[in-house]
């Protein structure tokens, strides 16, 4: 057993770490805390609950099909913030236009959130682990007033907190106020989240590499070099690494966080602009792979210093241990 901290416990004797209004902070998580938990109960009754698998037969601004879950967690994770009125304005990889609140209270509300209600749809009919990823901003325009799209374009930075559900073999809440990584693990039979993983650190060496390879044909060719070099044998650095992709970003740097690894979804020709979402996936991702002392960047640049221009903008991503990410880093400028 581990030391019985529970997550309110933990928000409420760390929140003077955070930066801003105290109290606002644990209200945001607490919304998001009773969502996941809502969350967790649906998923583990999809397959026997019709009205959660499968299509609903629309497609969000990406051109992908929504399954039923996405549309459900869409709006269960709006409607458990816009009660709370901490938030004055939400951007969802489900929605194409942003939601800006215009009621008295919410005008008031002085954050910004931008969130991957699923991730990793494609795995929800086969069981196997998906994810919630948030970013929280404080808002640039006046308070009092509605938001402005400036207030969703900040650089990941500005981000005052970051995390993710992982609704795996157990489900974890991992998140990021600026100040270290912290993981909570779920336990059902009461309802409660319990400090499971404290200070998370990545390890600076790993031998995980994860990336799509059914797409080889369309890397760069300094791309194909690194994917190459990964299975290259040399007993010195630990090759080859082991490969492992499960499809789900969350999931998969997850377990690298963890474990040490390194995670990439490329630009190619199939995909010029990456796949992956700056906003709600690639940002809160950094934020906690720099805070757990890892690195993530576009192959340029770190993602955090992107200068956004578009909610729902793509951006490649390359990001895990330390010492993976310098060696990747060669390859890909050599
Ligand atoms: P989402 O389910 O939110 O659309 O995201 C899926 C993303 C990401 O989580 C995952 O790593 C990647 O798509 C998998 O893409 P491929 O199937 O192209 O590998
Ligand atoms: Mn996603
Ligand atoms: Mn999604």
Redesign the pocket.
């Known amino acids: 057993m581990h030391n019985l901290i529970t997550l309110g416990e933990f928000i409420i004797k760390n929140q003077r770490d955070f930066p801003y209004a105290k109290g606002q902070l644990t209200n945001m998580f607490s919304a998001i805390t009773l969502a996941a938990k809502v969350m967790n109960s649906q998923i583990n009754k999809a397959g026997l609950v019709d009205e959660l698998m499968g299509k609903v037969g629309t497609e969000n601004v990406?051109g992908?099909e929504q399954k039923k879950l996405?549309v459900y967690a869409n709006k269960l994770f709006i409607n458990a913030l816009k009660a709370r009125n901490e938030v004055c304005g939400i951007a969802s990889?489900e929605e194409e236009e942003t939601i800006i609140f215009d009621n008295e209270s919410a005008i008031n509300g002085k954050y910004i959130f931008l969130i991957?209600p699923?991730?990793?749809?494609?795995n929800i009919e086969v069981n196997v682990s998906?994810?919630t990823v948030f970013a929280i901003y404080r808002r640039i325009s006046p308070i009092g007033k509605p938001a402005i799209l400036e207030d969703f374009l900040q650089t990941g930075r500005n981000q005052v907190g970051a995390g993710y559900v992982i609704f795996g073999s157990s489900t974890m809440f991992v998140f990021t106020t600026g100040n270290g990584v912290n993981g909570f693990t779920y336990d059902p039979s009461i309802g409660v989240f319990y400090l499971s993983h404290p200070n998370l650190k990545i390890p600076q060496d790993g031998n995980i590499y994860s990336i799509?390879e059914?797409?080889y044909a369309y890397f760069s060719d300094n791309m194909k070099a690194y994917v190459n070099y990964c299975k290259e044998i040399d007993e010195a650095s630990n090759r080859p690494y082991t490969g492992r992709?499960?499809?789900?970003?969350?999931a998969?740097l997850h377990r690298n966080i963890l474990k040490g690894g390194v995670y990439m979804?490329p630009n190619s020709q199939k995909?010029p602009q990456g796949?992956?979402?700056l906003l709600y996936?690639c940002n809160p991702m950094a934020l906690l792979i720099e805070q757990a002392g890892g690195m993530a960047t576009n192959g340029q640049q770190p993602i955090l210093d992107i200068e956004p221009t578009d909610i729902h903008e793509r951006t490649p991503f390359y990001g895990g241990s330390m010492h993976m990410m310098e060696q990747l880093h060669k390859i890909l400028h050599a």
């Open positions: 990406q992908e996405d990889e991957d699923i991730d990793g749809s494609s998906i994810g799509n059914g797409n992709y499960i499809g789900s970003m969350i998969d979804y995909s796949k992956l979402r996936e």
